[in-house]
């Protein structure tokens, strides 16, 4: 049908065409390929490399002004195992605080075909009609979380993972995850359409789809490879075909992507080890940057390519900050340690000698609170108490919310810091809602607060994506009464 069409159709024509009544909450995408030889051969003799933007920026900011880092999301994937889907929906649910915006999950049933879905919200929201997951089947599964950072937050098509057919090769069906940022993505965008592909979405991880179907390489393996040369920025993928899981990352590491197996031999792969922890899978190891591993679901057997020679990692120092749970190993360290060695270096280079007690910012300013006590010998309390039922602040749409979830979220234990000197720290501060709001409930619960943030103020960018030199929070964002790391 595809060379029919080709044939009616001189000029290249990539489409990425969504089914024309998709079940409600299924997004099963089409990936139908119609290309004029002549105009790929030429496409082929132009250099490939990755097209950079003039600049780039080391998050990715809102139109709209909102200036905050968008780059979490989480992915997951299991192989071997029958009930992949289920552990999928569980290993999501661990990944929630990656991303609120939507979630979705593809997999390969016994006879080779992927299917998919993906909805807007939490984890929990989308699954909730359990016949979902039970339209699911297979042993093999791919899933992500989104917080967006191309395209509308509330846009169901732009929800992951993308299902694609690759409908002139023998490849078949091709489900992505992706977290991370593409950001050259425009560029090659604009690119692909001026070769006639169509895109169904307004992410940029599917420009990685039509990149690989316009892949003149051999086998799918080396279409991957072929395309992620191409990107520039963060990128940490899985792909599921009918018989295969890959698990790829880019060249500098940007993002996070680990590997485990379960005591079936079920290989796992997950943004995070707490996902693997919940579902009894072993860390073996990180899935290292410039690698892709690819699981065979016939023999199970486990594969790595290398996408370029190695080159100096430059991992996101956010992720130790505040996106990642504090009892997750990420880029081969402890969360927990990472955050407790900021506090520990905090107090060394603003002592509070006066103070009374050290209360964190919960949650995710725990462990920072923890080691600024620990190294200045001041009591530790909760001072603060976390309300769980509203989900991360920092990830919240628009400012007017934000401002009220704050409210919402903390409350202030009045007995523990009315009439004390106290020390809060906090991870990060990005916009300052949080830190704003802090100030007037601890003086209004009659405490002297001297607020405090383990991550130094950010002095400048660095290419590409977040990296380890990038300081997350902005000097000139501090609110009054607010100090942070020199
Ligand atoms: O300056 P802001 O824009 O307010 O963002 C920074 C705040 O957001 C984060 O907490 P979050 O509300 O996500 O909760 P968590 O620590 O429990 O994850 C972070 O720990 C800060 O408290
Ligand atoms: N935060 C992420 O990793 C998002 C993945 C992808 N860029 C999207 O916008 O959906």
Not at 208 to 236: F, V
Not at 322 to 329: N, T
Not at 440 to 451: E, F, T
């Amino acid at each position: 049908m595809a060379a029919a069409a080709a044939a009616a159709t001189p000029t290249a024509s990539t489409r990425l065409l969504r089914h024309s009544a998709p079940a409600p909450g299924h997004h099963q995408l089409r990936f139908s390929t119609r290309i004029d030889l002549r105009h790929r051969s030429a496409a082929r003799l132009s250099p490939a490399p990755a097209l950079l933007p003039d600049r780039v920026t080391p998050f990715n900011f809102d139109a709209d002004g909102d200036d905050h880092p968008r780059e979490e999301c989480g992915v997951f994937g299991v192989i071997g195992d029958p009930d992949a889907s289920s552990l999928c929906y569980l290993g999501l649910q661990k990944l929630q605080h990656r991303g609120e915006e939507g979630a979705g999950i593809a997999a390969a049933g016994v006879d080779g075909k992927l299917k998919s879905v993906t909805g807007l919200g939490l984890v929990g929201d989308v699954f909730r009609d359990p016949a979902r997951l039970a339209n699911l089947p297979g042993n093999a599964a791919i899933g992500h979380v989104r917080y967006s950072t191309a395209g509308a937050a509330a846009a169901l098509r732009n929800v992951q993972p993308f299902l694609a057919v690759l409908a002139a090769y023998r490849f078949g069906q091709v489900a992505v995850a992706h977290n991370g940022n593409l950001v050259n993505y425009q560029a090659l965008r604009n690119r692909l359409e001026a070769q006639g592909s169509i895109f169904n979405t307004s992410s940029d991880t599917e420009v990685i789809l039509h990149l690989i179907a316009t892949s003149l390489s051999r086998p799918l393996l080396s279409r991957i490879c072929d395309a992620c040369e191409r990107l520039a920025g963060a990128y940490s993928l899985l792909f599921l075909t009918a018989d295969k899981l890959f698990a790829v990352r880019d060249p500098l590491g940007f993002r996070p992507l680990v590997m485990g197996r379960r005591p079936n031999g079920a290989v796992v792969f997950a943004s995070e080890t707490c996902a693997l922890d919940l579902i009894d899978a072993a860390y073996e190891r990180e899935v290292a940057p410039g690698e892709v591993v690819v699981v065979d679901r016939r023999d199970m057997s486990v594969s790595s390519a290398c996408l370029v020679p190695h080159r100096p990692r430059k991992s996101c120092v956010f992720e130790h900050i505040y996106f990642a749970l504090p009892h997750s190993v990420v880029f081969g360290h402890a969360v927990h340690e990472r955050r407790t060695a900021y506090g520990r270096a905090l107090a060394e280079e603003s002592p509070a000698p006066t103070a009374d007690v050290v209360i964190p910012v919960p949650d995710s300013g725990f462990y920072a609170a923890l080691g600024f006590a620990q190294a200045s010998g001041l009591e530790f309390q909760q001072g603060l108490i976390r309300w769980h039922y509203s989900g991360r602040s920092f990830i919240q749409p628009s400012q007017a919310i934000r401002d009220l979830a704050v409210k919402l979220k903390l409350s202030p234990v009045r007995g523990v810091i009315e009439g004390k000197g106290v020390v809060v720290v906090d991870d990060s501060l990005v916009r300052g809602t949080t830190s704003s709001k802090i100030v007037r409930l601890l003086r209004d619960a009659g405490a002297r607060a001297r607020c405090t943030c383990a991550s130094p103020a950010r002095r400048r960018s660095s290419a590409h994506a977040s990296t380890a030199s990038t300081r997350p929070a902005r000097a000139s964002s501090f609110p009054t009464g607010w100090t942070s790391r020199a």
